[in-house]
């Protein structure tokens, strides 16, 4: 199914390596979301864009940084200022502030699953 | 601040039970909420949202302003109703919309 991908599915890497997720959508929503995903913890925001070029800061956005160029497209780095990486990481997208209401539900990617060795 | 809380970690009830899901929420708004659901080895996706009043596979949920409340309900539980369920609100702010998840309970139905 389409909608919003993510890609790889599994991500290694070596400790002090910057790595970059990918995070891409066909449903032409304007907001999209990166969240990570630990055991007891839920969903902690990241990252959010609600227009092309424009982003804020999540929760936990400390050793993350994330770019806007395109409307589908949203990728995330996991830096190596990111003291506890590995973790499994979910993109989300919404139609976005002008359409919706109270339907304006997100709709989530597969997610990746980074390990730091 | 905005906060969704679900108290139980783990659930586990016989098929054919009731089950009920506790969500709390705190907000200074006109809550929006959800109900996400996650099967093995599946994207996460939406359960069902308050606004709707719907019945999802059996689900539903009541939003309840006096008590903060919006707990996901099912009269009968089935074994495929095993999953992680988180609760979420979304929250107007001036640099767009946030949801804000609850840690998210996992419900296991035993057959």
């Known amino acids: 199914d389409g909608g919003i991908t993510q890609s790889p599915k599994y991500l290694f890497r070596k400790e002090g390596q910057n790595v970059t997720l990918s995070c891409e959508q066909n449903?032409?929503?304007?907001?999209m979301y990166w969240y990570r995903q630990d055991p007891g913890q839920g969903l902690r925001l990241i990252y959010y864009s609600q227009i092309v070029n424009d982003f804020q800061k999540g929760d936990i956005a400390e050793g993350y940084s994330v770019s806007r160029e395109k409307k589908e497209s949203f990728p995330l780095t996991v830096t190596s200022a990111q003291k506890n990486p590995t973790a499994f990481y979910l993109c989300a997208s919404s139609i976005g502030l002008l359409g919706g209401g109270a339907y304006n539900e997100q709709f989530f990617g597969p997610g990746t699953r980074l390990t730091v060795l | 601040a905005q906060r969704v809380t679900q108290p139980e970690k783990l659930l586990s009830v016989f098929k054919g039970a009731p089950v009920e899901l506790k969500c709390n929420y705190s907000?200074?708004?006109?809550?929006?909420l959800f109900w996400y659901v996650q099967y093995s080895r599946q994207r996460l996706q939406l359960l069902l949202r308050?606004?709707s009043r719907e019945s999802i596979k059996g689900f539903t949920a009541d939003l309840n302003k006096g008590e903060t409340s919006f707990h996901l309900k099912k009269p009968f539980a089935q074994e495929e109703d095993s999953a992680m369920y988180y609760c979420a609100l979304k929250g107007n702010t001036n640099t767009g919309n946030q949801f804000y998840f609850g840690t998210g309970t996992s419900l296991t139905v035993i057959p």
């Open positions: 449903l032409n929503h304007d907001a």
């Open positions: 308050h606004i």
């Open positions: 907000y200074s708004g006109s809550p929006e």
